[in-house]
Structures are given as C-alpha cells and as structure tokens.
DNA sequence: CCATTGCCCCTAACGGTGTTAGGGGCTCAC
DNA sequence: GTGAGCCCCTAACACCGTTAGGGGCAATGG
C-alpha cells in the first residue's frame, strides 16, 4: 500500500534483501534501518522480526544479494589471466554498489553466492596446480586485497557524498594536505604527492595485482607459471 | 568527580582520544558511544561538540590514538626484512585493540602518527630502490593488503565476544559448514575445509605477505632484489 | 573595582535507532 | 466450527547523535 506494493503474495526474504538493496543504494549504509526497509516492502519495521532474527541477520541476506550479480570469467586460458580477471570482476562488483566494500567487511559467514565463487576459485587453483594448502591461501589472500583495496578506494566516494563535492575534490585535498606538510621532515610525501593521490584507481590496482599474480605464480614449477 | 577526575587542568582533545580508546577497549566500535566517552571523562555528552565537531571527528582522533603506538623496525638489513617487519608490526597493532581494523578501515584523512609512518616507509623504498610511481604504489598495496586481513581475521574474534564462545569455535563452526556441504557440487570446499580454516593466521598473514613481497621484488633490478 | 569577554560545562529536547511484548485478524486443516 | 499457524500491527523501552540555550567562572581591560 505505502510502496509500490509488489507483495500480493507474501514477504520472502529474498524480497527483504532486495528492498535493503534498494535502501543501500539511495541512503548508505549508515542511513539503512529496519524502518526504511520495511517501509520500502509496505510494512512496519517490527514486521521484519518475523523474517529475520535481527538486524546482524537482514545484512547477511544483503551481503549474499551483493554477491547475486557476481560473475565467472571464461574458464580459458592461461591460470593467471583467469584470476586477474576474476579480481577485476569482484572489484567492479563491490565498487558499482554503494558502500557494497562495507557490507562485505568483516562479515562471517560467506552467503551461497560466496561460497559457489569460493568453490568455482579453488578449483581453478588446483588445477593450475597449487597445493591444497597453496589454493587455500591463495583465494584468502586475492580476497583479502580486492576488499581491502575498495574499502580504502570508496571511502573517499562515501566522503565526497557526505559532503557536497566530488570524488576528485576529496582526493585533491588530501594531495594538498601531502604538499603542504614541512618539507624538511616530510621530503617524501612532499615529492610524492602526486603519485600518492594518482586518482586512475584501476591502474593501482591492477599493480598490486600483478604483484599478487607475480609472487603466487613463483610457488609454481617453472614449467606451470 | 564521576570518573577518575584527572581533568582537573581541563579537557584535551588528546584525552578524549585516550577515553575513546578505552571504551573501544571496553565496549567495541559498536558500543561506543559520545555518551560513554563523555562519562568517560567525567562529563556529560554535550560537552564533547565544544571540543569536537561531531562523532566522525572524535573517531578520527581514535583512529590517530590508535597509530600513536606504532613503531618502525630497525633500519638495517635487506629491505625485504625491514618490510616484512614493518608489516608484522602494523598487523600487531591492529590485531591488538579491540575492533582497530574497523575503525581504521575506510577512514579518509591519516592522522599525524600515519602521515609519520607513510613517509618512513617511502623513504625506504625509494632507497631500496624503487621509482616514485612504484614506492607509491608499493605503499598503498601493502596497506591495502595489512588493513584487509586484519579486518577479515577479527571478525571471527568479534562475533565470539558478541556471542559467549571462543574464538576457535567460531571458526570451527565455519570448517563444519564448509564439510557439511554437498560433496558433489562443492567437492573442493569440502575437501580444503581444513585448510581454508587453518587457524594458524599468523602463517597465512605471512605467506601473502612473501607473495607480496616476491611480486615488488621482481620489481627492480636483479642487483638490489 | 566593575564590566565584559570567552571558555567550558550543563539541562532539555528533537528525531531517529534496534528490539520486544502482546494482540489481532486471516487462512488453512481437521 | 474450531483450533493452529502465519503474518502483521500498535506501543513502548532504552539508547543514539546532535542542537539550542543558559550559567558559572576566570581573565582581561577600563
């Protein structure tokens, strides 16, 4: 009634995820609340509870539909360029969705889509030839950067909504910070302001990639890397 | 008169900081509140706006609190020791106080304690050898890298305080949801179950932290590897 | 000596939060 | 028809960040 009210038969959880989809996108996720996502269902918010155990479990199902929309690349090719692929991929996934990065940190418990894209990972790592332990390290370590790496990437996008101005704006003024400190104690940062604030994300992490691509594929026979 | 009553000079921002950090210590990012550190403090939460402009800037002041502590490794050696070092260090200190990786994560505008170990770690590796653009990029991976481990490895730790168990069951009751899977659909998660939950996190820490380490390597000119 | 200024804290309140208790219809199965 | 269950409601609790406005108290300047 209050929404477009798409409920005639019922609420799933399922609808729940997608509503709190809808609230993450428009308000972030400090402004996502029981309230806003029940009312975006057409229903009060002491309504959820009977869906959901509270709200810890509401962003589980959030962090699963984040993932819904996850990909594989073609399994061709050589090990290497599956992975930077894959990397790409789940980059562009968490930084497409507002604040995705922190709803994906620091949660437990993968959802079903996460753990399909775990198994689907592994698998491609045995193959290429890693030990178990290799494999295992390795899909903990590639996650482990491409969420690090976006949470630090979008915060200044979450700042520079917070506030009125661009991404661009934030990121000049922190390279205007660098520039400005005493250049006798700071030489460094001063020289290398601008390197430090290159605003092209893609190319930084496509370095830190390679790196990553680089140092696993010497754990390799030579004849494999 | 409420607390300890050490104020009696007056309220520094410097001892917020320092209440912060205590109710962080005490209660975790999620309970704490402008109230609590006011109590802290011996004073009610209005208070605090006279010496802060809102609770971001408070958590900013936390976040710089929490770097004070950081030390730099010996300047001697191979610059691969000194940045293995350097990493084992920082994933300490953030591993230490409760819920640090939270509040660092995503947090625009270092602190002074930050923008001092930033320049150190450029000068290292401008004089280990690496190009501007690549000691910048060096910089920020190993961040990167550092921030989203230790965020990944303290979620099983909060979610044991929050419940009443231990840390270890936490994570055992992840390897039992990985076995209990489908073996024919997820043959590789249910296979590597014990590897991908080895709770030897201090090994997996290290063994992204030398894949890192091998892919800069490859970096420069094999006479300074 | 008085007045003014600026610092620092207070009380009170606003609108919002997650969550629970308890109740009421509505639809099935028996 | 009647009970059981599902699903939503209203009302309330304790807490949150933040603001408005006021009061005491020290130092400063006339």
């Given at each position: 009634m209050t929404a477009d009210g798409a409920a005639s038969p019922g609420l799933t959880r399922e609808a729940l995820a997608q509503a709190a989809l809808r609230v993450l996108e428009r308000d972030g996720l400090a402004g996502l609340s029981m309230r806003k996502v029940a009312a975006e269902v057409?229903?009060?918010?002491?309504?959820?509870y009977w869906h959901v155990r509270n709200k810890e479990e509401l962003l589980d199902l959030l962090n699963d539909a984040l993932m819904a929309d996850a990909v594989a690349p073609p399994?061709?090719?050589h090990w290497r360029t599956q992975f930077r692929e894959y990397c790409l991929l789940h980059r562009r996934l968490l930084l497409d969705k507002r604040d995705a990065a922190k709803v994906v940190a620091g949660r437990l418990a993968p959802g079903p889509h996460l753990i399909a894209l775990m198994e689907d990972q592994l698998d491609r790592l045995r193959e290429a030839g890693f030990s178990d332990a290799d494999a295992a390290m390795a899909a903990y370590l590639l996650a482990a950067y491409v969420q690090g790496f976006v949470l630090q990437e979008q915060s200044p996008i979450a700042a520079a909504e917070a506030a009125g101005s661009s991404r661009r704006e934030v990121v000049d003024a922190v390279a205007d910070r660098f520039r400005a400190l005493p250049r006798d104690t700071y030489p460094n940062l001063v020289a290398l302001a601008d390197d430090l604030t290159d605003p092209d994300m893609e190319a930084r992490f496509e370095f830190g990639l390679q790196r990553i691509l680089d140092g696993l594929a010497a754990l390799l026979p030579p004849d494999r890397r």
């Open positions: 057409g229903v009060k918010a002491a309504s959820l399994r061709t090719g």
